[in-house]
Nanobody
């Protein structure tokens, strides 16, 4: 089992950058594929990016390609989401997730473990 705690959200102007972090508890972090999802007000939660357990494979939503980078540090038990060129439509609560099969061609549609989320607000 793993517990996830996100941080790094905040208010940023359009065109700016933020780096989200997700710290995981437990000694099995390196066994888990990890992902970021987001949920905007009034919308369903959507996939953003995923990374395989050893970090050698990544997969991005079209909305994130070229602007966001997912990475992980298995020594620090942490996964990151570097977000650049932020747009107002990126405003959402961002969630870290773990416990799903990784695919390089399709996003995960569910996960066993979720964090509590961190708010990202991009002003125009």
């Amino acid at each position: 089992q793993v517990q996830l705690v996100e941080s790094g959200g905040g208010l940023v102007q359009a065109g700016g950058s933020l780096r989200l972090s997700c710290a995981a508890s437990g000694r099995s972090f390196s066994m888990y594929n990890m992902a970021w999802f987001r949920q905007a007000p009034g919308k369903e939660r959507e996939f953003v990016a995923a990374i395989s357990s050893n970090g050698d494979r990544t997969y991005y939503a079209d909305s994130a390609k070229g602007r966001f980078t997912i990475s992980r540090d298995n020594v620090k038990n942490t996964v990151y989401l570097q977000m650049n060129s932020l747009k107002p439509e990126d405003t959402a609560v961002y969630y870290c997730a773990a416990g799903f099969p990784f695919s390089p061609v399709s996003p995960p549609n569910k996960a066993n473990y979720w964090g509590q989320g961190t708010q990202v607000t991009v002003s125009s």
